[in-house]
């Protein structure tokens, strides 16, 4: 089983940008797929971003596109999600999934770990 932790999450004006970590332990990372997924208090955790685990293949959510980008460095056994031009309802902690050798995924249910979130709070 494959640990992960997120990091970078912070506090950001509205327009700025954060830079969230998704760094791998116990197994290389490489062979997985990796979503990134947010949840608010009360609402269900929503896919945002997810690559495949040859990294040829992405995919973003609507609200998503064109601001934030995934990408992975499999040698630091990290994915990235790289996130421009916030705004206050991408409020939210953020999650990183990973999925053993499948295809991108927007569905919180194919990924079988999971790190413990961090909060990205973007102010107006």
């Known amino acids: 089983q494959v640990q992960l932790v997120e990091s970078g999450g912070g506090l950001a004006q509205a327009g700025g940008s954060l830079k969230l970590s998704c760094a791998a332990s116990?197994?290389?990372?490489?062979?997985?797929?990796v979503g990134w997924f947010r949840q608010t208090p009360g609402k269900e955790r929503e896919f945002v971003t997810a690559?495949?685990?040859?990294?040829?293949?992405?995919g973003y959510a609507d609200s998503v596109k064109g601001r934030f980008t995934i990408s992975r460095d499999n040698a630091k056994n990290t994915v990235y999600l790289q996130m421009n031009s916030l705004k206050p309802e991408d409020t939210a902690v953020y999650y990183c999934?990973?999925?053993?050798?499948?295809?991108?995924?927007?569905?919180?249910?194919?990924?079988?770990?999971w790190g413990q979130g961090t909060q990205v709070t973007v102010s107006s």
């Open positions: 690559i495949s685990w040859r990294g040829d293949r992405t």
């Open positions: 116990g197994r290389t990372l490489g062979t997985y797929a």
């Open positions: 999934g990973a999925r053993y050798l499948g295809d991108y995924c927007s569905t919180a249910g194919c990924y079988g770990s």
